[in-house]
T-cell receptor, first 112, second 116 residues
Framework: QQPVQSPQAVILREGEDAVINCSSS?????VHWYRQKHGEAPVFLMI?????EQKGHEKISASFNEKKQQSSLYLTASQLSYSGTYFC?????????????FGTGTLLAVQP | KAGVTQTPRYLIKTRGQQVTLSCSPI?????VSWYQQTPGQGLQFLFE???????NKGNFPGRFSGRQFSNSRSEMNVSTLELGDSALYLC???????????????FGPGTRLTVL
C-alpha cells in the first residue's frame, strides 16, 4: 500500500520550520526521502532505517517512529532552495530489492 | 562523476506506436530501476534490473518491457502506446540491488513521453 503523506501542501516564509509526515499501514523497514523540483529529477535526501540509523546528505533531519509506522522530515530555518515536492518511499519487500513504493508527495513552497 | 543520463528527453508518439527509452546509470552502478510518474498516480515502480536480470516488476501490463545490457545500460520499451501512457519515465541507478542504508538510488532527468 502507498504511504500517506501529510500535509499535501505547505507554504512557508524563509526562516520558518516545517514538518512532513509519511505514514504506512504496513510495517516499515526503511523510509527514503526525496525532493523534486519542478521539471527536474527527484534528488535523494535521506534514508531512515528501523532502529533509528539515519543517513543523509543535507542539513535536514528526520525521525522514524516504528510504533506509529511513521517517518517525519524536519526542515528548519527553511530556505528558498527547499521549495519542491517531497516524496517518501518505502521498500516493499524488506529491502530485498530496490523496489520503492512512493507516497503522493508534499508540495513545499518557501516564499521570501 | 557523471550522473544518470536518459535519452531522449522528450518524445511525442501517436497511439498504437511503440517507443524505446534508454538509461545510462552512474559509472559503477549495476542496478537500474524504472518508474513512471504522472500527476494522477504519482511515482510508480515499473521494474528493476541487476546484472542483466529483471529482479522485480511493478503492476503494469505486458506492453511495458525492459532489459539491461552487460555494461549496465538499460532500455525500456512500450508497445502499442495508449493515451494513458503519457508520463515522465524516470530511471534510477544504485550500486546494490538491496534497498539498504548505503544504497541510495539516484534518478535521471527522465524522458517526457506524450502520446497523441
Amino acid at each position: 500500500q502507498q504511504p500517506v503523506q501529510s500535509p499535501q501542501a505547505v507554504i512557508l516564509r524563509e526562516g520558518e520550520d516545517a514538518v512532513i509526515n509519511c505514514s504506512s499501514s504496513k510495517a516499515l523497514y526503511s523510509v527514503h526521502w526525496y525532493r523534486q523540483k519542478h521539471g527536474e529529477a527527484p534528488v535523494f535526501l535521506m534514508i531512515l532505517l528501523k532502529g533509528g540509523e539515519q543517513k543523509g546528505h543535507e542539513k535536514i533531519s528526520a525521525s522514524f517512529n516504528e510504533k506509529k509506522q511513521q517517518s517525519s522530515l524536519y526542515l528548519t530555518a527553511s530556505q528558498l532552495s527547499y521549495s519542491g515536492t517531497y516524496f517518501c518511499g518505502t521498500p516493499v519487500d524488506g529491502g530485498a530489492t530496490n523496489k520503492l513504493i512512493f507516497g503522493t508527495g508534499t508540495l513545499l513552497a518557501v516564499q521570501p | 562523476k557523471a550522473g544518470v543520463t536518459q535519452t531522449p528527453r522528450y518524445l511525442i508518439k501517436t497511439r498504437g506506436q511503440q517507443v524505446t527509452l534508454s538509461c545510462s546509470p552512474i559509472s559503477g552502478h549495476r542496478s537500474v530501476s524504472w518508474y513512471q510518474q504522472t500527476p494522477g498516480q504519482g511515482l510508480q515502480f515499473l521494474f528493476e534490473y541487476f546484472s542483466e536480470t529483471q529482479r522485480n516488476k511493478g503492476n503494469f501490463p505486458g506492453r511495458f518491457s525492459g532489459r539491461q545490457f552487460s555494461n549496465s545500460r538499460s532500455e525500456m520499451n512500450v508497445s502499442t502506446l495508449e493515451l494513458g501512457d503519457s508520463a515522465l519515465y524516470l530511471c534510477a541507478s544504485s550500486l546494490s540491488p538491496l534497498a539498504g542504508p548505503y544504497n541510495e538510488q539516484f534518478f535521471g532527468p527522465g524522458t517526457r513521453l506524450t502520446v497523441l
